[in-house]
Every structure is written in C-alpha cells, then in structure tokens.
C-alpha cells in the first residue's frame, strides 16, 4: 500500500515504479543468496565475482 500511496501522491506511473521496485527486490534478493551461499556453504557464484549480463545497473567498486 505505501509503494501505491507514494507513487499516487507524487504523480508517478504506479505501474513502472512497483515494476521497478520488483525489479530492485529481485536483485538485491539475487546477490544476498549468493552472498550467503558463498560465505556459509562455500559455493561461489559468479553475480560476486564480475558484473552480471542479468543485471547490468549493477556496478562493481573496489575497495582498497
């Protein structure tokens, strides 16, 4: 209801932003399984290792 409200009360397209809001859930939920999968079952995954073809708003920053 909050997402609908929202996009009501700022004049946005309440189709491309829950669309959009889909799409952040998605990968936010993509990386933390792989994240967890890596750290506590020792499987690596590519999405941590390189930039996605699935994801390309992604971006990788490296860290000293």
Excluded: C, N
Aim: net charge negative.
């Amino acid at each position: 209801h909050f997402i609908r409200r929202l996009t009501r009360e700022l004049g946005l397209d309440p189709g491309f932003v829950i669309s959009a809001f889909e799409d952040v859930t998605r990968i936010i939920d993509d990386y933390s399984l792989a994240f967890f999968d890596q750290v506590f079952k020792s499987q690596p995954s590519p999405l941590l290792t390189a930039p996605s073809t699935a994801y390309p708003e992604v971006q990788f920053t490296a860290r000293p």
